[in-house]
C-alpha cells in the first residue's frame, strides 16, 4: 500500500490509518487474490488439458510397439503399418509440442512494433502461399496500407487462418484475403465458402484445445491449438480478432486496428 511523500520522487510504505484506508486496502488483496485464484486455474486446466492431448499419441506409439514385441517375429507383416502408425503419431506429438512452445513464447515475449507495409506483406505471403494449395487465393488487397506490428507475427497470424481456411472448406471453393481501411480501422479478413462456425461457438473456438463438435473436426488432422495461438499474436500486436459467417456460407475471420 504506497502513497506518494511530497518530499520525495520515490513512493514510500504506508500504513493505512483510517477505516475507509483499512476497507480500500482489503478490497485491493480481494481483487489481487482472486486474479491469481484465476490465473493458476487457468494454468492447471492447461496443463491438464495438454497432458491429456499428449497420452493420446503416446498410447498409440507404445501399443505399436508392444504389438510388434509381440507379434513382430512370428507375424512380420505386422511390422510395416505398426511403423506407419508410430511415425504418424510422433509427428502428432512433435507438432503439439511446438504448439505449445509457441504459446509459452507468446506469453512471455515483449516486443516492439515498427512499421509494417501490410499491403505489400499480403501480397508477397498471398504469392507464396497459392502453390502450396490445390485451392484458388483470391486477393483483396488495398494499397499503401501501413499498421504498427511485428512481421514474423503478421505472417504467422495469416498463415495460420489460410490453413484453417484450407482445412475447414471444400478444396474446389475459393479462400479470399482481403485488407482494406475506413476512417477508423485497418481490416484484414481471411473468408472461406466452408461449412462455418455455429454462433454458440464463434467465442470457444478461440480458447485452447477447442474444436467445434469433436466429430466434424476427427478426420480433420488438428489440435484445437492455432486459433489461441493467433488470439495471443493478435493481441501482442495490438489488433482484435472475430469471426463472422460469410455468405451464403462459411466463416470471415477479421482482425481489425484502431487507427491511431
Ligand atoms: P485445429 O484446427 O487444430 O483444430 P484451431 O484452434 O485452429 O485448431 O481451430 C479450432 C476449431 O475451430 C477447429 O477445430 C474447427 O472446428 C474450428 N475452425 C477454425 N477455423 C475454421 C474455419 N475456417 N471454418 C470452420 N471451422 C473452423
Known amino acids: 500500500y504506497t502513497s506518494n511523500n511530497p518530499d520525495s520522487d520515490q513512493p514510500t510504505l504506508t500504513v493505512p490509518d483510517s477505516p475507509r484506508e483499512v476497507h480500500d486496502l482489503g478490497q485491493a488483496f480481494n481483487v489481487l487474490l482472486v486474479a491469481q485464484n484465476e490465473r493458476l486455474q487457468h494454468e492447471r486446466q492447461f496443463i491438464?488439458?495438454?497432458?491429456?492431448?499428449?497420452?493420446?499419441?503416446?498410447?498409440?506409439?507404445?501399443?505399436?510397439?508392444?504389438?510388434?514385441?509381440?507379434?513382430?517375429a512370428a507375424?512380420?507383416?505386422?511390422?510395416?503399418?505398426?511403423?506407419?502408425?508410430?511415425?504418424?503419431?510422433?509427428?502428432?506429438?512433435?507438432?503439439?509440442?511446438?504448439?505449445?512452445?509457441?504459446l509459452s513464447r507468446a506469453d512471455r515475449a515483449k516486443l516492439v512494433?515498427?512499421?509494417?507495409?501490410?499491403?505489400?506483406?499480403?501480397?508477397?505471403?498471398?504469392?507464396?502461399?497459392?502453390?502450396?494449395?490445390?485451392?484458388?487465393?483470391?486477393?483483396?488487397?488495398d494499397p499503401d496500407i501501413h499498421v504498427a506490428g511485428n512481421a514474423e507475427m503478421l505472417q504467422q497470424i495469416v498463415v495460420a487462418?489460410?490453413?484453417?481456411?484450407?482445412?475447414?472448406?471444400?478444396?474446389?471453393q475459393p479462400i479470399t484475403l482481403r485488407l482494406s481501411q475506413d476512417a477508423t480501422h485497418v481490416n484484414l479478413a481471411v473468408a472461406d465458402l466452408g461449412e462455418g462456425i455455429p454462433d454458440d461457438q464463434k467465442e470457444a473456438?478461440?480458447?485452447?484445445?477447442?474444436r467445434v463438435d469433436q466429430s466434424r473436426s476427427q478426420e480433420i488432422e488438428g489440435s484445437g491449438l492455432g486459433l489461441a495461438i493467433v488470439k495471443q499474436l493478435v493481441s501482442?500486436?495490438?489488433?482484435?480478432?472475430?469471426?463472422?459467417?460469410?455468405q451464403p456460407q462459411g466463416s470471415i475471420f477479421t482482425v481489425s486496428w484502431l487507427k491511431r
Open 161 to 172: 487462418l489460410l490453413d484453417n481456411a484450407h482445412k475447414y472448406s471444400p478444396h474446389d
Open 48 to 72: 491438464s488439458d495438454a497432458s491429456h492431448e499428449l497420452r493420446t499419441p503416446i498410447a498409440a506409439i507404445r501399443g505399436n510397439l508392444s504389438l510388434i514385441r509381440r507379434r513382430g
Open 236 to 246: 501482442l500486436n495490438q489488433a482484435q480478432i472475430t469471426v463472422t459467417n460469410n
Open 75 to 102: 507375424h512380420p507383416e505386422v511390422i510395416p503399418e505398426s511403423l506407419q502408425f508410430i511415425d504418424e503419431e510422433s509427428l502428432r506429438m512433435q507438432h503439439l509440442i511446438e504448439n505449445l512452445l509457441h
Open 113 to 141: 512494433l515498427t512499421d509494417q507495409d501490410l499491403s505489400f506483406l499480403l501480397l508477397q505471403l498471398g504469392e507464396h502461399y497459392q502453390p502450396s494449395i490445390d485451392q484458388p487465393l483470391k486477393l483483396a488487397i
Open 205 to 210: 473456438i478461440f480458447q485452447r484445445f477447442y
